[in-house]
């Protein structure tokens, strides 16, 4: 009678257990099903492409130390300094303290905080086949579409009026685009955000508790149908000596 009342208590916690996280079960397998699609019918990430069209080092005529004079003794430590081509003139892009790098002209030593969004949108053209680009955001922080597994910030955002909505987004401090897509593209992304890592959920420490709490569900009726064919399994009949 006790190993009765143990399976059937197995057997129902296992078929409501079951019937709850189904539906997890279901939306991750055909949330999956679309990130194989996707994987297949998406180009792969932006290749990395040096900028510009090459430096003409008989333009640079301003020495690196008097570059960094230029941006006065309150700019602070620097930490980098990187040679761009900007419109076909050399520039010094100059890391200090701040995140935004300060720029001071290689021909004859003029800051010009502009060339940063220049750049960024020169990089945007480039890689767009020199299509027409117009920024639409500067990003300091990840959100629902430029999300932290590009990993790279501050960005900016150019769009495209292709009737697609293509947009790339750019980091001069790689000089590369860090991403690319369309308003396709970013449907099927969202979709795959939305029913595969609970994105319905906005505050991300109750959406990582859920889809735990959803994970920890569904191994539990894995292992409840685990219990259940071995306590349910045929018993072997043992012989009888006559």
Do not use: C
């Amino acid at each position: 009678m006790a190993l009765v009342m143990k399976t059937s208590t197995v057997r129902f916690l296992h078929r409501w257990l079951g019937l709850v996280f189904s539906l997890v079960v279901l939306t991750s397998a055909l949330s999956g099903v679309l990130h194989t699609i996707m994987a297949r019918k998406q180009p792969p990430p932006p290749p990395v492409r040096p900028s510009g069209n090459g430096i003409v080092a008989g333009e640079i005529r301003t020495e690196v130390k008097d570059a960094v004079e230029r941006l006065g003794p309150d700019f602070g430590q620097v930490s980098a300094v990187n040679l761009r081509m900007i419109g076909g003139v050399p520039w010094y892009q100059i890391y200090g303290p701040q995140p935004a790098p300060a720029y001071v002209s290689a021909t004859n030593g003029t800051v010009d905080p502009a060339q940063d969004a220049k750049f960024a949108a020169q990089i945007a053209s480039s890689f767009l086949g020199g299509a027409a680009v117009r920024q639409t955001d500067y990003l300091t922080a990840f959100n629902h579409e430029y999300v932290n597994i590009f990993r790279i910030l501050p960005v900016y955002r150019f769009d495209v009026d292709d009737g697609l909505g293509t947009r790339v987004y750019v980091s001069t401090t790689t000089g590369t685009v860090t991403r690319h897509t369309d308003n396709e593209r970013q449907f099927e992304a969202n979709v795959f955000f939305l029913f595969h890592k609970f994105g319905f959920i906005k505050d991300r420490d109750t959406r990582d508790t859920v889809l735990a709490s959803a994970m920890i569900g569904i191994s539990l009726v894995a292992l409840g149908g685990v219990v259940l064919f071995f306590m349910t399994r045929p018993r072997r009949k043992t012989s009888q000596n006559p």
